[in-house]
């Protein structure tokens, strides 16, 4: 299996097919004297930035906190052993509501479209 190829930027669905983001980083376990053991998938926008280098995740990160979402500055990551199925999208053993996935949304819902007039 090509891990950049078939995993990295593929659409994670959970158990009940409610799309959570994308496999934005890969996280492996290293052993001496062995090869390299994939232990979890990471998703998230300071992941992304990760990918530019430090000083672009430095900024991502000041932005995320003076937002008030010091929360997101940590990665979410998922257990390789959730991994139910790779193919189109990457099938999960988990639920999204059992994730801190969604949080963003959840809080755009309720500081944001909430408050619109006629949102109700």
Known sequence: MD????????QLVDRNGVRMGRADG?????????????????TGTIVIARRFGSRTEGMVRALLVKAGLSHRTE????AWTNVRKIGVDIQLDIGCDDTP??????WLQARVIDRLPGAR
């Open 3 to 10: 891990l950049v190829h078939d995993v990295l930027d593929k």
């Open 26 to 42: 890969l996280i492996a376990e290293l052993r001496e004297g062995q090869l390299p053991r994939l232990v979890a998938i990471e």
């Open 75 to 78: 990665p979410y990551r998922i």
């Open 101 to 106: 996935v969604h949080d963003w949304q959840r």
